[in-house]
């Protein structure tokens, strides 16, 4: 991906979607119109943090290039620089894969 001049706010993450696998488990094509969006995805950029109650920051714990899992709705579709990418809240990641 092409360097982009986006930033993300606060909580935000923006993610892209890493490609499932091709075939099932017992060797079976999948089509591309019967494939499920995956729900596994590679950290693009963070935003800065939310902020508590006392107007403290406080740092997200997914940092650029972790492998995250999400949830199959989560977060906002977008198009940048030609590429598909999601912006979520961070609360939306279920984990690192690691």
Do not use: C, Y
Request: net charge neutral; charged share 35%.
């Amino acid at each position: 991906m092409a360097k982009t001049n986006f930033r993300p706010l606060h909580d935000r993450v923006v993610v892209r979607r890493v490609d499932s696998e091709e075939k099932s488990k017992g060797g079976i094509i999948i089509p591309d119109t019967a494939k499920e969006k995956p729900s596994e995805g590679e950290v693009i950029a963070v935003g800065p943090g939310a902020r508590d109650e006392a107007g403290k920051l406080v740092a997200l714990d997914v940092k650029k290039g972790d492998r995250v899992l999400f949830g199959k709705w989560s977060g906002t579709e977008v198009k940048l620089n030609g590429d598909d990418l999601l912006i979520m809240k961070e609360s939306d990641i279920m984990g690192i894969i690691g």
